[in-house]
């Protein structure tokens, strides 16, 4: 049976909000309430929190322990490393991702995530971010070790290595886009974050200010859809993206 291990992204360090995961919500640390809904999560052999050797986290593995979750420390510049190195003894299969920013992690809608990822252990991953099905905070999502493994084989930059997942969504973007036009696919991007528009100019909004606009911007493609498209025409759209991504 597969193996699937549940880690939380947790570090204290900020220049918003120092000693964030430790901020107390209705009298216990924000991390505290998410390691307690991540032990509740059916279907998952373990959680870990996923930390850094920074002194200041010194707390957080206290925490951990406190509650009973192991706390694996690695390089504060490589989060995705230290999801790997959280899972890299167990003979993981599978990444639930949680973070100490979600403090209203549900562990039913979690449960399904895993339970959907378990079912098909072929996925490379499993999520409600995209599209997004539910207000920001609850979402929950998967990755197979085999497909980190793969990301992280592409890993060059400091950006890439702070973010976590959405490179395997949405990473080849432009390359798809030409993939796709190249085989007579008409694609485009039909979004644009509303607060771009030069009627809200006054208003003072930069790009970067609306993050989740400005990552689904990033991320959304729009495939041919009209009614007249026949069944083999959607076969083929599929057959294209999937020989892409190479499922």
């Avoid at 793969?150 to 990473?171: Q, Y």
């Amino acid at each position: 049976m597969p193996r699937v291990i549940g880690v939380i992204q947790a570090r204290s360090d900020s220049t918003r909000l120092p000693g964030k995961v430790l901020q107390l919500l209705a009298g216990r640390p924000g991390l505290q309430w998410v390691m307690g809904a991540s032990k509740q999560v059916d279907g998952l052999d373990d959680v870990f929190v996923a930390t850094t050797t920074e002194p200041g986290d010194d707390e957080v593995e206290r925490l951990a322990g406190r509650i009973g979750v192991r706390a694996v420390r690695g390089s504060v510049n490589d989060v995705f490393g230290r999801f790997l190195q959280a899972v890299e003894p167990l003979n993981a299969d599978a990444i639930a991702r949680f973070t100490w920013a979600c403090p209203l992690l549900d562990p039913h809608i979690a449960s399904v995530v895993v339970g959907a990822w378990r079912a098909l252990p072929s996925l490379d991953h499993v999520s409600m971010l995209s599209p997004r099905c539910l207000p920001r905070g609850l979402e929950a999502q998967i990755a197979s070790v085999s497909a980190l493994h793969r990301l992280a084989a592409d890993l060059s930059t400091l950006e890439l290595m702070h973010h976590r997942t959405h490179v395997i969504r949405d990473g080849r973007r432009p390359q798809l886009f030409e993939h796709l036009q190249a085989n007579d696919i008409g694609v485009q991007v039909n979004y644009l974050p509303a607060y771009w528009d030069p009627v809200y100019a006054d208003l003072g909004y930069q790009r970067g200010t609306c993050l989740v606009a400005d990552d689904y911007y990033q991320q959304e493609i729009s495939l041919p859809l009209f009614p007249d498209l026949a069944d083999a025409d959607v076969d083929r759209v599929i057959d294209l993206i999937r020989a892409f991504v190479g499922a």
